[in-house]
Structure formats: C-alpha cells, structure tokens
C-alpha cells in the first residue's frame, strides 16, 4: 500500500470524509506489522476499534412468555370476584328490607302486629346498644367520684 | 412472534447494543442490565415489531435513550465526580500509561468524549455504522453526524499525538 494514500486517505479520515471501505484499508494498514514511524501514534486508535467490537453480551435474556396477558387474567378474575361480592350483599341487604313488607292493619292485623314487633325489636336493639355505651360513660363517672371524694 | 424466533432476530445485535451501552454506561454490570432492560421492552413490543423496517436501529436508538436516561437520574443524584478533582494525577498516569496498555489509554480518551461523540465514534468507527443509519438512530442530520464525527477523531488525534510527545518530551 502507497504510503502516500495511506497519508491521504487519513486526512480524509480526519475529517469525517471516509467511506467503511477506506476504514477498513486504514484498519488493515495499522494492523500490520510496518507502520511508517510517523504514523506510529495513530496506530493504538485502529487497534482499538478492532479490539473494541470483541466484546460480546453473555447474558441470558430474561423473557417471560405472555407475561402481560397473566396480568389481564388476573386483574379480570379480581374484579368478578369484587362484583359478585358487591352483588350478594346488595341482595342480600335487599332481603332484609324486605321483610319490612308495606300492608295496612285493615288487610290482615296478624302481619300488621309481626311487623311493628319486629320493628319495635330492631329500634329497642339499637336503643341497647347506645344505653350500653352510656353505662361505660357512668363507670367513668364512678371511678371520677372514687378519686375526687366529693 | 415465537420466544426462539425473537431471539433469532435478536443475537445478530445484542453484541452491539451491549458495547453501545458499555461505551455510555462504562460499567460492564450496568451495560448488561441495561441491554437485558432493551431486550426485555423489545419484546414486549412483539406484535408491532415486524411492521417496523429496521428492528436493529429501533433497538439502538432504545437502547441509547436508556443510557441516556440512567445517565441523567444518576446525574441527577448527589453523586457527581468532578473533573478537576483528579487533573493532578493526570502527569504521573501519562507516563504509567506510555509503557501500560496503549489500547486502554485510547479507551479512556473516548470515554471523556462528550456523550453523543461517543455514541457516534461507537457506532462508525468500531460498529462501522452506515452515515445514513447512524443519522437515523440518533434522530440527527447525516451533516451534524459527520461534523460531530470528525471533531471527535480529531480530539482523539489530538490527545494521542499530546501523550507521544510527553513520552519524548
């Protein structure tokens, strides 16, 4: 190879002119084993470009198959399972009210007083449950009185 | 697209994607992940992959804005080197550097690079990247890549021609 193209072809090369055919021709010049003293420094930049294209990816891929499609699956079976609860307790808080069936006395007395008994319990079993706490609230006010003897 | 057919796509490239990474990255353990990362968001792409021209420049350009992004957060933490830190050294490393490997020191030179020269020297001068295909990859003018190119080799001249005169100097 003409020393003098070789010169060339590296101005070029400088300049950002060459093609990969030339590359390649600079790349075999360096690699060689008479390299013209004052072209010596460029010669580690070439070696290294065919040193650096060695290096290769050893690592697995890590590929889950249809991994998205799990996610669907599974998002769709949560949200049958939170419609079908929703629905059995809405149908089920339906039947309670149920119970409560709207008649007058004058039809039939005996569903009338079944009725009102039941609603009567349902509100003096609330009424417990609030007395309940307000027996906590007089223990409170038994200890108060043990403390500050009045 | 089979899992054994996406790989069979994929091997003629992993190599480069993974160099492209390791030149930005510089460390070889976040180079892996950071390829495993692309390959693995490649793949989720699965139906759309076969309409697109080139799976290679699309993986190279995801593959580049990956590195680019871990680059900016990590940036972005508090644990930034500054340069002038370590210049005093610089002396003493040229002369350990003349009789030590002459490849790493060109290594080094490239790696202080900016990053979209370094991108560039990557993928022409040791990927032997078309103009046409390294201008697409980076979303840039074949004009600017060639520009960039050029002031790249020439800083790399620069500083191999400083280091041969500071050995017989």
Redesign the interface.
Known sequence: MALDNIEKILDK?????TS?AE??ELKDYFSSSDVAQHLK?????F???S???E???T?E???Q?KK?NKVMWLSIAASVVMLLGVSTMMYFENNESKQFVACTPEDSPELAFEQTQKALALVSEHLNTGIQSVGYINEYENSKNKIFKK | MQ?NE??KI?SPF??K???LA?RLLVSTEEA?DA??EV??KL??KNETLSELKSIEAMAMTMTKNYCLDQLKSKRAGNLTLVHNNYTDSQASLLQQLEDAD??S???KI?NELPEQQKLIIQMR????Y?YEEIAKILEMNETAV??A??RA??T??ER??ET?NYGIG
């Open positions: 090369y400088f300049e950002g002119e990969i590359e390649n420094p460029y010669q580690p930049i070696g290294y470009f040193q650096a294209k290096q290769q990816f690592q891929i890590p590929l198959t998205p | 899992q996406f790989i994929v992993k190599d994607l993974f160099r390791k892996e390829t495993q390959l693995v793949w989720t002459s490849l020191w060109v290594e490239i001068d040791i990927e032997q078309e060639r520009v190119l050029s080799r020439k790399i001249r191999i021609t041969h």
